[in-house]
């Protein structure tokens, strides 16, 4: 799978006035995007079109870098709508060349080309692991927010009987055997253990977190982390 990382490099929104009008302008127009489709691709071109839009309007800088095992595209910070519409377009269009995932090789990236703060926002399912250093080191110089996609298939399994299971990170099969309560019961709990670990490290650093339900709103959540984060800076 391939994690969205976008990249609002910014002086900031101007002022909390117009953030709102934005937000809400940008609802209007994310409720027809929402309508591509479902699964994680609209997922991350409509979080890459409310971010990249939002930078436009303002006048700030928005980039994207898209990164599996490798470094698969750079847009270098660029003002205006072109921009944006650049961001979406990618996200919505470029497969990936990898299956894997290195968030540890993006967050090291970024820290290494963003020379001035920026707001950093990370788009996966922070399903990696090693990634705890540099996710530190980038955040002790931006602001980072997680914005982690939520499928509940990977906490919650149907009672369907046995079933292959391909993990998307290596390619392996495994038969999984769902009708097991047992199985059931471990894979939720393991879910829960990975999603309190996650928590735990992003507070340590410094990191938001906003969840966003696969296939559900996108926009909601987004639209409750700005007004938290406006509450927060009064």
Same mark, same amino acid.
């Given at each position: ?7 609002? $490099? ?26 591509? =489709?479902?699964?994680?691709? *609209?997922?991350?071109?409509?979080? &890459? ?6 930078? !436009?309007?303002? =006048?700030?800088? @928005? ?16 003002? &205006? ?16 060349? $990898?299956?894997?995932? @290195?968030? +540890? ?12 703060? !920026? ?10 692991? &090693?990634?705890?250093?540099?996710? =530190? ?8 927010? !997680?914005? *982690? ?5 990977? @906490? ?23 009708? @097991? ?12 253990? $990975?999603?309190?670990?996650? *928590? ?14 696969? &296939? +559900? ?18």
């Amino acid at each position: 799978e391939l994690p969205c990382l976008h990249i609002s $490099r910014s002086r900031g929104f101007r002022n909390r006035c117009t953030e709102r009008r934005l937000v809400a302008r940008r609802c209007r127009a994310l409720d027809e995007v929402q309508r591509l =489709g479902d699964g994680l691709t *609209r997922d991350i071109v409509v979080i &890459g079109d409310f971010e990249g839009m939002m930078a !436009a309007e303002t =006048g700030d800088k @928005s980039g994207l870098l898209l990164c599996s095992e490798e470094m698969e595209l750079e847009l270098p910070p660029r003002t &205006g709508t072109r921009q944006a519409f650049r961001i979406t377009r990618e996200a919505l269009y470029r497969e990936p060349l $990898r299956t894997g995932t @290195s968030l +540890a090789l993006a967050c090291d990236h970024l820290g290494r080309v963003l020379k001035r703060r !920026a707001y950093v926002f990370l788009i996966g399912d922070f399903l990696d692991e &090693g990634f705890e250093r540099p996710l =530190g080191q980038l955040a002790r110089r931006h602001d980072v927010v !997680a914005l *982690r996609l939520v499928d509940g298939r990977h @906490s919650s399994l149907p009672a369907v009987g046995l079933v292959p299971w391909r993990d998307p990170e290596t390619g392996r099969v495994l038969q999984v055997d769902t009708g @097991s309560a047992r199985v059931r019961d471990a894979m939720a709990r393991l879910a829960q253990d $990975r999603t309190d670990r996650l *928590r735990e490290l992003l507070l340590r650093r410094g990191v938001d977190l906003v969840d966003i339900e696969v &296939g +559900a709103s996108v926009v909601d959540p987004l639209v409750a982390y700005l007004h938290k984060r406006e509450r927060r800076l009064r």
